[in-house]
């Protein structure tokens, strides 16, 4: 079964520019969540999607949005780029619902931001 | 709000060597908590996951156990090997939150 993909691996862009990443989830898996890794502040929370609806979002400003479609692949979007957006992109899914405790994320190998 | 925090920030041992990594975490009512490990510029990879119900998991040489009244979880690795080198994280997660992560433990296994 493949894992989670994430497309593009790797992206550079310029401050005030737009970016759209996009994740696949394992075939089957309903949840779907994004997260920032920088080196100053590790693993930051940024969305939470379980069919198709938000169910979780972290501290993170409006430029910073998500969807999930109904094949529960997901986007996020990052508008008007800043330099301190530069980090490590990674998306997670779960074959289970947010709420349940058997809800175990994989994870995808991330898109690698670089704004300039 | 769950906080987790892990000890030590960064571990070397030798080959061969039986080793403890530790998680702290400031909520009891957590609700699952899983552990992972990360090579550098990578995903992560899940190594196990303790329901809130259970105490230990084990798979292999891992062996991950849950104390909610101490708000601790230790990852036990057994007969480390050079491969186990990488950035092991632990996240947990209250009901209705999201994963909460802590800063990880960067392991170096030494031949």
């Known amino acids: 079964k493949a894992g989670v993909t994430q497309t593009p691996r790797y992206l550079i862009k310029t401050r005030g520019q737009q970016v759209t990443l996009s994740c696949s989830p394992i075939s089957g898996h309903r949840s779907v969540s994004w997260y920032q890794q920088t080196p100053g502040q590790g693993l930051q929370f940024l969305f939470e999607y379980f069919s198709e609806t938000q169910r979780n979002k972290g501290n993170f400003p409006g430029r910073f949005s998500g969807r999930q479609f109904s094949n529960s692949r997901s986007e996020m979007n990052v508008s008007t780029l800043e330099l301190g957006d530069s980090a490590l992109y990674l998306c997670?899914?779960?074959?289970?619902?947010?709420?349940?405790?058997?809800?175990?994320?994989?994870f995808g190998p991330g898109t690698r931001l670089t704004v300039t | 709000k769950q906080e987790v925090t892990q000890i030590p920030a960064a571990l070397s041992v030798p080959e061969g060597e039986n080793l403890v990594l530790n998680c702290s975490f400031t909520d009891s009512a957590i609700y699952n908590l899983q552990w992972f490990r990360q090579d550098p510029g990578k995903g992560l990879t899940s190594l196990l996951l303790i329901q809130s119900s259970q105490r230990e998991q084990t798979s292999g040489r891992l062996n991950a156990s849950l104390d909610k009244s101490s708000g601790r979880s230790t990852l036990y690795i057994a007969a480390s090997q050079p491969g186990d080198s990488a950035t092991y994280l632990c996240?947990?997660?209250?009901?209705?939150?999201?994963?909460?992560f802590g800063p990880g433990t960067r392991l170096s296994v030494l031949p």
């Open positions: 996240a947990g997660r209250n009901y209705g939150q999201n994963f909460v």
């Open positions: 997670a899914s779960s074959l289970s619902d947010p709420r349940d405790t058997l809800y175990e994320q994989y």
